[in-house]
């Protein structure tokens, strides 16, 4: 979905009717570009591989307006719904919406999904 490529990050946060088994991750900021979301994963195993500085740019996949992104243990889980121009997940009561920024708009934080020349999530050890 090439309208959604871009920079997002979280702009708003608001109380939501979720179901009680639903929760929101610590993704703040992520980019999507090309069929890969670059976002900061909390913890890795550093047994198959760990990157720098967290970040990871990863393969992605839509199912109708839910993006998906795939952890380098292989499993899929949805990152955020692309709705009304932006993204939007919920959880934990309340439902977050990022918008789309320029780079030099992403906080300090999170600027490691700028990283040029961050190399795809190599995913070929699964096969084995």
Not at 50 to 59: G, M, P, W
Request: glycine share 6%; hydrophobic share 40%.
């Amino acid at each position: 979905m090439k309208i959604a490529e871009g920079i997002w990050q979280q702009s708003k946060e608001v109380a939501a009717e979720v179901p009680a088994d639903q929760h929101l991750s610590n993704t703040t900021a992520f980019q999507y570009q090309d069929g890969c979301v670059t976002m900061y994963l909390l913890s890795i195993s550093k047994f198959r591989y760990a990157s720098d500085d967290s970040f990871y740019k990863l393969s992605a996949k839509w199912e109708g307006n839910v993006l998906y992104f795939r952890f380098p243990n292989g499993a899929w889980d949805a990152l955020a719904t692309f709705t009304n121009g932006h993204f939007e997940t919920y959880g934990d009561g309340m439902r977050r919406e990022y918008e789309k920024v320029a780079p030099e708009q992403i906080v300090d934080f999170n600027k490691g999904i700028l990283k040029p020349d961050r190399a795809l999530f190599d995913y070929s050890w699964l096969d084995k």
